[in-house]
């Protein structure tokens, strides 16, 4: 039986489909294995007219397929794929194509659906629990689809040697750090759940702690940020060996551009060059009036930032304070003279600058808020000046979920190296080489490996060890080795 065929079961999908139609429409003559995606679509558009209903399953998927699942915790589970089984079917996928892969596994009746979706890191969701094993092609159709997107990780890039070889000739690297590579000095990931800052947030009655770096919502209510901001405020300039590490790749020539997502600023203090520093989510090194646009050193908020009192802008309350005589005249033309005039000014001044400081624009640190576009450079700089460029691509400390940074790498060329530095592992690409641990050890052991000096007051002369992880050929976990 061909898939779609003879099912009672109506899927509950509808963007995610069209989604993947639209993709394969330019090759219509693809379409004919398994399109239980085109069909869950047509069906969907008969029965259609509805709408709300839709729109919550469409989201019920679209978190089946976005979620971040431990993939070994999946590959390890009941009647799912091991992760060596998993590793031969997408490669098989790949070799054959779409229809002949359905053709040899579902249609060919070797493996289910069910069991096939965790080849490609999907969980059987828990609402299609005892359904017949057709409900699960429109899933099955998205994790194929999403796979064959993927960039395929180049075959010649392995070994631990061939990262240090990679280090060694490469001449124009685009490193992408995140939080990971600041932990260390114990600054932690704002946005990440459990710290302080999250508490504190639930305590002002947010709903979503993300919104206090809502751009509407500053504009209507700046306290709110202001309240918060002296916790996510940059401390110290301090930098971390990972820092460190980048500096020297720019000193040994080799940095193209380092795209940060902190807002610390610390690329800065460890000496990254202005214009080899895209700081994606912007910093808290200036600030801006929402009214006028002045710019000014953040240094000059600092107090008010310090203080959660909401800084308003200096030159909104010079200009305010300009236009002022003009009303006073107005206010007092009964005939008063000038020295009546000015004493009451001088009476009312200490109301006068409450008034005028209250009516100024808001300062807002240059730390990009949900809603606003990333900064300018960033675009310009990725695809007008190093997408032809870069040699080597060097992911730390990031999982790169937040978009669009998370983006980079799959605008780059695809056979340009690309290896990988954090915790934990990043399922949703396929990075050449994984390095998993401790970033200021990965990076230091790196450094001793390709011969280089790392000079940070942190690096100490470990023995570090390098394990390769079970069922994989390019996936290494770090570890100092206590003494
Ligand atoms: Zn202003």
């Known amino acids: 039986m061909a898939p779609g065929e ?8 509808k963007a995610p489909a069209i989604e993947i139609i639209d993709l394969e429409s330019e090759d219509e003559s693809a379409n004919k294995g398994l399109n239980a995606a ?54 098989r996928l790949r070799l054959v194509g779409e229809d002949r892969f359905i053709a040899e596994t579902v249609e060919a009746g070797i493996i289910t659906a069910k069991k096939l979706c965790t080849a490609f890191g999907i969980r059987p969701p828990f609402f299609l629990d005892g359904q017949p094993d057709d409900a699960f092609y429109p899933l099955l159709g998205l994790g194929i689809c999403r796979e064959l997107q993927k960039r395929v990780k180049l075959p010649q890039y392995n070994t631990i040697d061939d990262a240090v070889s990679l280090l060694n000739k490469s001449k124009n690297i685009i490193v992408l750090t995140g939080a990971g ?3 260390s000095l114990g600054i932690p990931d704002f946005r990440s759940k459990g710290t302080g800052l999250y508490s504190q947030l639930e305590n002002l009655g947010l709903s979503d702690p993300q919104e206090v770096f809502d751009i509407s919502l500053f504009r209507e209510d700046p306290s709110i940020f202001y309240s918060v ?26 940095l193209l551009t380092n795209f940060t997502q902190n807002i610390d600023n610390l690329e800065g203090h ?14 808290f090194a200036t600030a801006t009036c929402i009214e006028c646009k ?24 010079r200009k ?20 009546r005039k000015k004493r009451q000014s001088y009476e009312d001044s200490t109301d006068d600058e409450d008034e005028d400081i209250a009516v100024a624009g808001v300062m807002k640190p240059d730390i990009t808020f949900f809603g606003e576009d990333l900064p300018k450079r960033f675009h310009d700089r990725l695809i007008d000046h190093d997408r032809d460029k870069v040699d080597l691509v060097l992911v730390i400390g990031t999982s790169l979920k937040v978009a669009p940074v998370s983006e980079v790498v799959g605008v780059l060329p695809r056979d340009v190296p690309q290896m990988y530095i954090s915790r934990e592992p990043c399922s949703h690409v396929d990075f050449d080489i994984d390095m998993l641990g401790d970033c200021d050890t990965i990076v230091t052991e790196l450094c001793r490996r390709v011969g280089w000096e790392l000079q940070h007051e942190m690096v100490r002369e470990d023995k570090v060890d390098v394990k390769l992880q079970d069922g994989y050929d390019s996936r290494y976990s770090f570890q100092i080795v206590q003494a």
């Open 181 to 183: 590579i600041s932990t």
């Open 38 to 91: 085109e069909d869950a679509k047509d069906r969907d558009a008969s029965t259609d007219g509805s709408g709300s209903e839709d729109d919550n399953e469409d989201s019920l998927w679209e978190e089946v397929l976005n979620e971040d699942e431990d993939q070994a915790e999946i590959h390890g589970s009941d009647g799912a794929c091991t992760l060596e089984e998993a590793q031969a079917l997408r490669k």
């Open 270 to 283: 460890a000496g990254i060059l202005p214009e080899k520093l895209i700081q994606c989510h912007g910093s």
């Open 6 to 13: 003879g099912t009672k079961w109506e899927p509950p999908l």
């Open 294 to 317: 002045y710019k000014v050193d953040c240094q000059k908020i600092y107090y008010d930032l310090k203080a959660g009192k909401v800084a308003r802008c200096d030159q909104c309350i």
């Open 320 to 339: 305010i304070r300009e236009v002022k005589p003009g009303f006073k005249r107005k206010r007092s033309s009964n005939g008063s003279t000038g020295a």
């Open 229 to 254: 901001a002296k916790d996510i405020l940059p401390s110290s300039t301090k930098f971390s060996p990972t820092h460190a590490f980048i500096r020297l790749l720019q000193d040994k020539g080799k």
